[in-house]
């Protein structure tokens, strides 16, 4: 957890961006970059300069919008130091263009819809044992989804060496100033299936589907344990990796993410809670103000759930699991994450990292008060730590600390309507007849 006067760093001095030129710094024949965006990373593009120095050919693919920009200020300069780049632009301009042609027309709505909402109505019910939880969430306004992002954050050299996890090369991410998880591998077989999905990006194979009949990924044995690898979508990393670690899981469950908006892998969080396995979230604060966010309906079904008031984000997608278990990598908790972006995540089975991951989350969740078991801070605001002086955007609403309306009047949360109702005898919850009592807390 990062300390709290972190602030965004362009000094290479956390273990994020110190491991990062280790392995940059080894390569001997070639170097496969998979990074999201670049901003205020000048020890890594040096690392680079030197590799390239010593013969080292340097491999990048990036994410690119419809209109050819990155999210990144650095991004741009950063690919001039590569030997050869891809990027998902032209997908993203092919699927808005497509966007354009189906634009479908909302249906009538099959729940209530929250008070002042124009976006897409979600509405789900979860099963909590006994009774039966249903939840009505929507956006502001109303959007389309038509692209999705390369959301990678890893580098590999010369196919064994693997640097990768949650951490964008960025003056937050490697810098310091917000919460991730990074895994260091060096096997050949990782190694191997890494670069193989390297190349397909770089020759533009950029999100590809899941493929009928694909194989499971295949369980590699390393020092202490076992790793599996998963590429989204095309391996389906939430419903064949994720979900079927909480799944069977028995006692203990701890969750640290950026986003959660996935309504089924919500349902096995409950289901956990349910049958007796402990259960507790750490979620981002910009991550919570997500429309779609789960966070509330955990609340609801009992389950702690802590979203932080710090300055920098909670960007760690992790899990630890029974002490044994822990799967991490770059992708968020969602729909998009699963079957848009291209992600990666790795279900390592192996104790001793299970239990350094259970001590990292104790304390990460011991220091944030009791008051955030409750509460839904406004990410750029004086309820989020130094959000509001650290000259960044937070809540990525295009204004900056003190231009930020939410640094002189936070704003309210996004209203989630919530009904509980005692589960039929005999039946499952499903959403065939919505309550028509008051929602919880009206």
């Known amino acids: ?22 392995v940059l710094d080894g390569a001997q024949r070639r170097l496969d970059l998979a990074f999201y ?42 690919v001039t130091h590569l030997d050869r780049v891809a990027d998902d632009g032209s997908y993203e301009r092919k699927m808005a263009r497509n966007a354009k042609r189906r634009r479908p027309s909302p249906g009538p709505d099959r729940c209530p819809r929250p008070p002042g909402t ?54 937050t991410g490697i810098g310091g100033y917000n919460a991730n998880v990074v895994i260091r591998i060096d096997d050949t077989a990782v190694g191997e299936r890494f670069r193989a999905y390297f190349d397909d990006l770089l020759r533009g194979r950029f999100h590809a589907p899941p493929e009928p009949g694909r194989p499971p990924p295949p ?101 630890a699991v029974d002490g044994a278990v822990v799967v991490a990598g770059s992708m968020n908790y969602t729909g998009a994450g699963e079957r848009a972006n291209d992600e990666n995540l790795l279900v390592l089975r192996h104790p001793a990292l299970a239990r350094k991951m259970h001590d990292a989350y104790d304390a990460l969740y011991d220091a944030l008060g009791e008051h955030t078991l409750s509460q839904t801070p406004d990410p750029e605001s004086h309820q989020s730590g130094s959000a509001c002086s650290d000259g960044i955007d937070n809540d990525h609403d295009g204004r900056i600390d003190g231009d930020d309306p939410g640094c002189s009047e936070p704003s309210a949360p996004p209203p989630v309507l919530l009904w509980s109702a005692p589960k039929p005898p005999g039946a499952a919850c499903h959403d065939g007849a919505w309550p028509t009592t008051a929602p919880i807390g009206s």
């Open 118 to 171: 124009k976006g897409p109505l979600q509405c789900s019910v979860y099963d909590l044992g006994d009774r039966c939880l249903f939840a009505a969430q929507a956006a502001d306004e109303p959007f389309t989804t038509a692209g999705a992002i390369m959301h990678d954050k890893f580098a590999l050299a010369d196919a064994r060496a693997l640097w990768t996890g949650s951490a964008n090369v960025s003056d």
């Open 219 to 319: 369980v590699h044995p390393i020092e202490g344990g076992s790793v599996q690898v998963f590429f989204a979508p095309r391996d389906r990393p939430m419903t064949r990796g994720l979900r079927p670690v909480i799944r069977a899981a028995r006692e203990r469950i701890d969750v640290a993410v950026f986003f959660l908006t996935h309504k089924l892998l919500a349902q096995d969080l409950i289901d956990a809670h349910t049958r007796g396995v402990r259960v507790r979230v750490v979620l981002d604060a910009t991550g919570a103000r997500n429309a779609y966010s789960k966070h509330a309906v955990l609340r609801a079904a009992g389950i702690p759930v802590k979203v932080e008031d710090l300055g920098g984000k909670m960007h760690m997608k992790a899990t």
């Open 1 to 22: 957890m990062p300390p709290p006067d972190a602030r965004p760093s362009t000094a290479c001095d956390t273990p994020l961006c110190t491991s990062l030129l280790e």
């Open 37 to 78: 965006g670049v901003r205020g990373a000048p020890a890594v593009i040096k690392a680079i300069e030197r590799a390239r120095t010593r013969g080292v050919r340097v491999f990048g693919v990036v994410d690119r919008t419809a209109d050819g920009t990155n999210i990144y200020r650095d991004t741009d300069a950063f």
